[in-house]
């Protein structure tokens, strides 16, 4: 199949960006949205051309490295699937294909495609941990946990951290990889000695970094790779309000 792709160049954070199209030919249907641009990239660097920067790891859906909004939707068309494992089958032939990284005042363009995502880590930082000693492996069977709170964790845990989230909320918020991250912990009895600072923190640091606030447009868990569900906002907005009143519930 033959493409067009529109792909946004931009050579550093101060550099004016642009779109820019190529004419990719020849392209697998079961190639995966990232070895088509692995294939464009070899034919730039043979012209003598830069080429695109773009982020990617794993290329397993597990990391979330490879984020990036492909014609308006955050990863792309496929709903709970990575850019890594996007495929072209799921394009047409002769298809003008626009490609461009996360928009965030929070997640600064590095280059091209690439984004400074170390305002998660700051909102990690601030309490996406837990004190309590867990001792070895065989040691948490001997806490139990209530099978729903476990589900709700397990899948609160899920989040990749992909950002995913922020570039579709027309805020720009993070609100639910924060809740994400606060749920998972505090769903769990060795995540309650934090839990009331834990969730006041990672909120503040939300806000400290510049993502905007949440509106519950829901835009989030539609593009949310991993299914990450609205209720854990509502979750973290109940423990949130508890915590500043300095009561439990």
Known sequence: ???????????????????????????????????????????????????????????????????????????????????????????????????????????????DLVVDRRAFDSIIQAGGYITAPTGAAPDAHATPVPKADADAAFEAATCIGCGA????????????????????????PQGQPERDTRVLNMVAAHDAAGFGGCTNTGECTSVCPKGIPLTLIGRLNSDYRKAASGRRG
């Not at 570039?167 to 609100?175: I, L, Q, R, V």
């Open 165 to 188: 989230c922020v570039a579709a909320c027309p805020n720009g918020s993070a609100m639910l990889f924060t809740a994400a991250k606060v749920g998972h912990l505090g769903l769990l």
């Open 1 to 111: 199949m033959d493409i067009k792709l529109r792909a946004w160049r931009q050579a550093g954070p101060s550099e004016r960006g642009r779109m820019v199209t190529y004419e990719v030919k020849d392209v697998s249907p079961d190639a995966s949205f990232l070895e088509m641009l692995d294939v464009l990239n070899e034919r730039l660097i043979l012209a003598g051309d830069e080429p695109i920067a773009f982020d990617h790891d794993c290329r397993e859906g597990i990391c979330g490295m490879c984020g990036m909004m492909i014609n308006g939707v955050a990863h792309g068309p496929l709903k709970a699937t990575t850019t890594c494992q996007l495929h072209m089958r799921h394009f047409s032939d002769g298809e003008t294909i626009d490609v461009e990284p996360w928009r965030s005042a929070a997640f600064p363009v590095v280059r």
